[in-house]
């Protein structure tokens, strides 16, 4: 079995909860057909996705797998 882990984001203020509901829901219907574990779900909410904030956040995605 996979342990993963998701990130869904929204990133203006044409977008709103909905965008990251789906997002969340498509990954967690993909994961069951697929026998795949999410393990955490990361969520940024019209947060700049700068260079910084991804390379931290892969870098907590693989200590968390």
Same mark, same amino acid.
């Given at each position: 079995? =996979?342990?993963?882990?998701?990130?869904?984001?929204?990133?203006? /203020?044409?977008?709103?909860?909905?965008?990251?509901?789906?997002?969340? %829901?498509?990954?967690?219907?993909?994961?069951?057909?697929? /026998?795949?574990?999410?393990?955490?779900?990361?969520? /940024?909410? #019209?947060?700049?996705? #700068? #260079? /910084?904030?991804?390379?931290?956040? %892969?870098?907590?995605?693989?200590? =968390?797998?």
């Amino acid at each position: 079995m =996979l342990k993963t882990v998701t990130y869904a984001r929204y990133s203006s /203020d044409k977008q709103n909860e909905q965008y990251i509901e789906g997002q969340i %829901h498509g990954c967690e219907q993909f994961s069951k057909t697929d /026998d795949i574990v999410i393990i955490k779900h990361y969520i /940024d909410r #019209t947060l700049s996705n #700068t #260079t /910084d904030n991804l390379q931290n956040t %892969h870098y907590t995605n693989l200590q =968390l797998c």
